[in-house]
């Protein structure tokens, strides 16, 4: 096998070669420490702000993309084979500002200045995928820039007007793609990438099946994938990551396979790359799916990772489990079968034993029934859940044949609500059902008080998500209060 002991990278169109590299190094400090573009600036160095927005483009399919993500939380050592981005390297002709940039003053989209960089990164993101998006893709586009100032209006009519003076066709980063494309082609070699810095190493494999060999060989090793997590292992806790195992650039760890009955997801796929096959085929979880924190994390994070990862408030397992979901767990070449339900033992313990991973989550198709999913937080959009539910029922002549609930946030782990679905099944489909299927929850479940909710908050809004499960699937006006968009 061939190791490589250097990552290599484009940044803003200048080759870059490191061999001296530890494995939790950061794309923030590197930008700022080392290459002196302060631009992007390091607000909350845990992925929340988007002061540190950046762009990072991958080949897929030998197409080369471009997504918007946070660079405080991303590490260097993951970017072997990437082109990197930021705030220094756009421009317009002759080095003026560049359309976006042009519009954000404009419209008087900065006010004290500090978010405006990763402000305008998010939307040149957006901007070069759609040149005139609808104020609805605009807001998600920002989900993970926060403006202290309040300031989100005349950001957001800056962005209608983008294209007001300029076109992304012009734009220097469209017309260097096709040579961007082959540099980075060219960097790709098949080697095993092993970097390491005063005895922190990290190994990027070659594929997974390398990975496999690698996380039997590496005792201990920490798997980053997005490292949304992770990333704050470092800079919130000051973590030790070592051996790091990196595979975000891992294509066939993104593989997606449909039949009849199931839809197979890599664990390394990101929620941006899967969004459109779930979307598709279980489309209850479309607007859930906008709602897992912001559209950077969103193009970081990924399905396995968060699985993997344990939380007993993540946003997926809830509503995966509801559906059924079976996890693939590999070690070495030998792989074994999971329910997701059953993944999870207890606080933060995961039945995943030494070198063995997560390979690729497996959903059942859905045809008929009644589906939804559900996400109360404090804040609606980039922000964690104090609860989060997913419904999966079935009715026959009238009658519940099935129920598949499972909460999250509720619990030290995701988990079922058993007792309430045992109520349901068998029952009309009605009110009175649901009303006694809430009433079973406290038998369920026994919710902590923490910062994010109280027990007793926690216990009356789930109650409460069976009434609106059944009033929406029943077609009744749930009388939701909605902001108006202008």
Request: glycine share 8%; proline share 3%; aromatic share 8%.
């Amino acid at each position: 096998m061939q190791i490589r002991n250097e990552i290599r990278f484009v940044l803003n169109g200048q080759d870059i070669v490191l061999a001296n590299l530890s494995a939790d190094e950061t794309l923030l400090d590197y930008l700022r420490l080392d290459k002196r573009l302060i631009g992007t600036k390091e607000g909350c160095a845990e992925g929340d702000c988007g002061a540190c927005t950046v762009l990072v483009g991958r080949l897929k399919n030998d197409v080369l993309t471009y997504k918007a993500v946070n660079a405080c939380i991303l590490f260097l050592a993951s970017l072997d084979g990437s082109s990197i981005v930021t705030i220094e390297y756009l421009q317009g002709v002759d080095g003026r500002l560049n359309p976006v940039q042009t519009a954000m003053v404009a419209h008087h989209g900065s006010q004290c200045g500090f978010c405006t960089p990763g402000f305008v990164m998010s939307l040149y993101a957006l901007w070069m995928e759609n040149a005139s998006p609808t104020v609805q893709q605009i807001e998600t586009a920002i989900q993970g820039n926060l403006c202290r100032c309040t300031g989100y209006a005349p950001i957001i009519r800056a962005a209608l007007a983008m294209s007001d003076y300029g076109t992304p066709s012009a734009e220097h980063l469209t017309k260097e793609r096709d040579s961007v494309s082959a540099r980075l082609k060219n960097l790709r070699d098949q080697s095993r990438v092993v970097v390491q810095k005063n005895g922190s190493r990290a190994i990027l494999p070659i594929n997974v099946d390398d990975l496999a060999s690698v996380l039997v060989q590496e005792f201990g090793a920490t798997i980053v994938a997005g490292g949304t997590d992770v990333g704050l292992w470092v800079t919130k806790f000051l973590r030790h990551i070592s051996p790091a195992v990196f595979v975000g650039h891992l294509e066939d760890f993104k593989q997606v396979a449909i039949t009849q009955e199931l839809v197979s997801l890599g664990a390394g796929i990101t929620y941006t790359e899967a969004q459109e096959v779930i979307s598709k085929y279980y489309p209850h979880l479309s607007e859930f799916w906008d709602r897992i924190a912001g559209w950077q994390v969103r193009n970081m994070g990924t399905l396995g990772g968060n699985i993997a990862n344990g939380s007993p408030i993540g946003d997926l397992p809830p509503v995966l489990i509801a559906l059924g979901a079976i996890v693939t767990l590999r070690k070495g070449e030998l792989r074994r079968e999971l329910r997701l339900e059953d993944y999870f033992i207890s606080y933060r313990k995961q039945d995943r034993g030494e070198g063995e991973f997560i390979e690729s989550i497996s959903i059942p198709r859905i045809s008929d029934g009644y589906h939804a999913a559900y996400k109360i937080s404090k804040r609606r959009d980039e922000d964690i859940s104090s609860v989060a539910v997913g419904f999966n029922i079935q009715v026959t002549d009238g009658l519940i044949a099935s129920a598949s609930v499972a909460f999250g946030g509720m619990a030290a782990t995701p988990k079922r609500a058993a007792a309430a679905e045992a109520t349901l099944i068998g029952q009309s489909w009605g009110e009175a059902a649901f009303e006694a299927a809430a009433r079973q929850l406290p038998a369920d479940f026994a919710p902590l008080t923490d910062v994010r909710a109280t027990s007793d908050y926690r216990m009356k809004v789930a109650q409460n998500l069976f009434r609106r499960f059944w009033l929406e699937k029943s077609g009744l006006d749930v009388r939701l209060i909605r902001l108006q968009r202008g």
